[in-house]
T-cell receptor, first 112, second 112 residues
Framework: NAGVTQTPKFQVLKTGQSMTLQCAQDMNHEYMSWYRQDPGMGLRLIHYSVGAGITDQGEVPNGYNVSRSTTEDFPLRLLSAAPSQTSVYFC???????????FGQGTRLTVV | QQQVKQSPQSLIVQKGGISIINCAYENTAFDYFPWYQQFPGKGPALLIAIRPDVSEKKEGRFTISFNKSAKQFSLHIMDSQPGDSATYFCAAKSGGYQKVTFGIGTKLQVIP
């Protein structure tokens, strides 16, 4: 049982480049979300989705896009990377009426 | 604005001692309060959780104390061990699709 799988684990980007962080879950969870983790800031919600075709913004959405075409996948796109987007990114999923969030292993992104 | 305030940001405890991490919230719609544990290089994982209709929940060496009137809850780790060294996040969620809001995290170090 893979759970929540994030790829890549590490990435270095140059300012202005774009890329997609992949997230896939095999638990048939409706709810998926993306967080960024920064020292002293905790986990901040970027975007979330309550089901295929439905997405919404979290507290720090600027510079990021998401889409949800299937229940399993929830990619996060950086449109034009900036040094301020250097962070560790976590994808999480949970069942609609469930309470426990299951996190991936994270993607450490550095923008130079 | 920080909906869940967590303190301290870092904590050093001797082996065998009690680790205490505190959180406070403002939104009275929150009805589920989980604690997540995160080891270096890993995603957070659910440790223990409580609902506001009980004042205390204990699982092994980990106890959540909940004070609904004060809108505060805390994690107590009894007989702390070096293997407990991790970052701990408190969180809060209201029902259904509602987002989980995390505290900023506490880095716990248990020294021999």
């Amino acid at each position: 049982n893979a759970g929540v799988t994030q790829t890549p684990k590490f990435q270095v980007l140059k300012t202005g480049q774009s890329m997609t962080l992949q997230c896939a879950q095999d638990m048939n969870h409706e709810y998926m979300s993306w967080y960024r983790q920064d020292p002293g800031m905790g986990l901040r919600l970027i975007h979330y989705s309550v089901g295929a075709g439905i997405t919404d913004q979290g507290e720090v959405p600027n510079g990021y896009n998401v889409s949800r075409s299937t229940t399993e996948d929830f990619p996060l796109r950086l449109l034009s990377a900036a040094p301020s987007q250097t962070s560790v990114y976590f994808c999480a999923s949970r069942p609609t009426q469930g309470t426990e969030a299951f996190f991936g292993q994270g993607t450490r992104l550095t923008v130079v | 604005q920080q909906q869940v305030k967590q303190s301290p940001q870092s904590l050093i405890v001797q082996k065998g001692g009690i680790s205490i991490i505190n959180c406070a919230y403002e939104n009275t719609a929150f009805d589920y309060f989980p604690w997540y544990q995160q080891f270096p290089g890993k995603g957070p994982a659910l440790l223990i959780a409580i609902r506001p209709d009980v004042s205390e929940k204990k699982e092994g060496r980990f106890t959540i104390s909940f004070n609904k009137s004060a809108k505060q809850f805390s994690l107590h780790i009894m007989d702390s061990q070096p293997g407990d060294s991790a970052t701990y996040f408190c969180a809060a969620k209201s029902g259904g699709y509602q987002k989980v809001t995390f505290g900023i995290g506490t880095k716990l170090q248990v020294i021999p």
